[in-house]
């Protein structure tokens, strides 16, 4: 893939992922302008509050996962990637989170790719549930674990084969640009990516990144 349609897709990604929060603070922006009654306008700066912090959890960890970490050393706070996620699958998302990360610090590529696994396996989590990060430096290098338990976990297949075989069989979907990312990143540190096989409640996702 050509830098310049993964940056199509990556966009796409995002302006997708922030139009509901951003939407919905014009829309509470409208009302509020509109509404006279007080109980009504307390319910909607309320809205608003929650459209804002939405929007700037998303923004939180688009830059950590996918930006290029400006402001950021060459290794990354492992708590800032904990704190990213938990601001997007808190409580409205249903989604529990256990955090068994050991290093204190990441690499920006390690905690890239540990941010994009956690996120593909927890869109997979429909109806929430547990998802459970994991890190640990052995001999062989960084080793992250993703497991994700749930009422239904569903993986599309187009997302499966491009972190296992790194490339396609069809188009990509915006949807798959984390994915694509993931495998990019763990190809280039000689790691690789492994997954379970499909189950309806379990999904578990493995990598590996070489010492340098």
Do not use: Y
Not at 99 to 122: F, T
Not at 180 to 189: K, P, V
């Amino acid at each position: 893939m050509k830098d310049v349609d993964f940056a199509s897709l990556l966009c796409s990604r995002l302006c997708h992922d922030l139009m509901s929060p951003v939407g919905a603070l014009n829309n509470g922006i409208e009302l509020l302008a509109d509404e006279q009654d007080p109980e009504m306008r307390a319910q909607c700066l309320e809205l608003l509050g929650d459209s804002a912090r939405a929007t700037a959890n998303k923004l939180k960890f688009f830059r950590l996962a996918f930006g290029a970490g400006g402001g950021f050393g060459e290794l990354i706070d492992a708590n800032e990637a904990k704190v990213a996620l938990q601001g997007i699958f808190g409580a409205e998302r249903r989604i529990e989170l256990g955090w068994m990360v050991a290093p204190e610090k990441l690499s920006k590529g390690a905690m890239k790719l540990l941010l994009n696994l956690a996120l593909i396996a927890g869109d997979a989590l429909v109806r929430g549930g547990r998802l459970d990060v994991g890190a640990e430096t052995t001999g062989a290098g960084l080793e992250i674990a993703i497991r994700g338990e749930g009422p239904r976990v569903m993986l599309d297949a187009g997302l499966r084969e491009i972190l296992t075989k790194g490339v396609p069989s069809g188009e990509i979907e915006p949807r798959a640009a984390g994915a694509w990312l993931a495998s990019t990143l763990a190809e280039e540190s000689g790691g690789s990516i492994r997954l379970s096989e499909p189950a309806p409640e379990v999904l578990m996702i493995g990598a590996v990144v070489p010492r340098n």
